[in-house]
């Protein structure tokens, strides 16, 4: 059983590291989804007023316009 | 072409189904693999069972870099910031997976070499990878997600940067390293049966969690992308 700690010490490196980067992620995903949600609210209560052209570049203007939860992108790997 | 994107899209819809079990059975099997099936390595001992989390985890960082790459291309190609967003997740995996492969690579060296670290040329160019893409994303996230012209450099920061993947496979074979010849990769693999079966559903574990991490950072960059469209419009309504 030589070298036991060292396979321990790198099971347990990447276990914790792949914890700590979904609980990071998943935190980011959820506070991201509230924002949209509030800013959605907002835009929804401005609704009267004339729609303005969006400011935003490229294909902001689709993302603006599409659902809460965000489109698949074109694919994966 | 159409149809293909419509099946691509179906495919995307079923990640939440597929990948998550897939990946954890996968993993659990890599694990009692790694440390009851494959028999134990007569001159390394127990600290060898690694080799099944850091093999995959580098081949699985290429193909994470590769796609990076890939989707870059493709943004610079159609203009479409969804390719942005897809080169960000999957660079954000591939420096997850390469800081793994440095950190297990370190912890496997030291009873074995002696040292944590060497500048030994694989290790020196798989250093120089993750800084390479640290950098990317560094860059990228100081503009906002949406910041068109930020997206164009740091796609080409990025197809640039997945040139150094060849130059870390072929090192070994270009310079005298501490890391051996390939091994696994060639015609006749210098490994017994059992241990490459366990590699391999290592690779299919390290593979099929890449590749749900990828799915779930790139939504997480549409989020981003959506919320700052969305701030946008509201700031132009508010002003109007």
């Not at chain 1, 700590?20 to 401005?46: G, P, V």
């Amino acid at each position: 059983m030589e070298n036991i700690e060292y396979l321990f010490a790198g099971f347990a490196v990447f276990w914790a590291a792949l914890f700590i980067y979904l609980l990071t992620l998943q935190a980011r995903l959820r506070s991201l989804h509230r924002e949209i949600e509030r800013l959605e609210e907002r835009l929804a209560e401005s609704e009267g007023k004339p729609a303005p052209r969006s400011r935003t570049v490229g294909n902001a203007s689709s993302a603006a316009s599409g659902s809460a939860e965000p489109s698949a992108p074109p694919a994966n790997s | 072409m159409n149809a293909l994107a419509i099946l691509l899209a179906r495919v995307y819809e079923w990640r939440w189904v597929v990948l998550p079990p897939v990946a954890g059975v996968a993993m659990m099997a890599m694990i009692v693999g790694a440390l009851v099936a494959a028999p134990r390595e007569i001159i390394e001992g127990e600290v060898q069972r690694l080799m099944y989390l850091h093999v995959p985890s580098a081949v699985t960082m290429y193909a994470a870099f590769g796609f990076t790459a890939f989707a870059s291309v493709m943004f610079l190609w159609k203009r479409d910031m969804r390719w942005d967003a897809a080169a960000r997740g999957s660079a954000v995996v591939g420096v997850f997976l390469c800081g793994m492969v440095l950190a297990t690579g370190a912890i496997w060296g030291k009873p074995i070499w002696g040292v944590y670290w060497s500048w030994d040329a694989r290790l020196t160019t798989t250093l120089i990878l993750f800084l390479i893409y640290s950098a990317y994303l560094l860059a990228r996230s100081v503009a906002g997600p949406l910041d068109e012209q930020a997206a164009r450099f740091a796609a080409i920061f990025a197809i640039i940067g997945v040139a150094d993947i060849p130059i870390i496979q072929m090192s070994v074979r270009w310079w005298r390293t501490l890391h051996p010849q390939p091994i696994v990769f060639q015609t006749n693999p210098a490994l017994p049966g059992e241990m490459l079966i366990v590699l391999l559903i290592g690779f299919i574990a390290i593979f099929a969690l890449a590749t749900w991490l990828i799915s779930l950072q790139t939504d997480t960059e549409r989020a981003a992308q959506r919320v700052s469209a969305l701030r946008a419009e509201v700031d132009h309504r508010e002003i109007a």
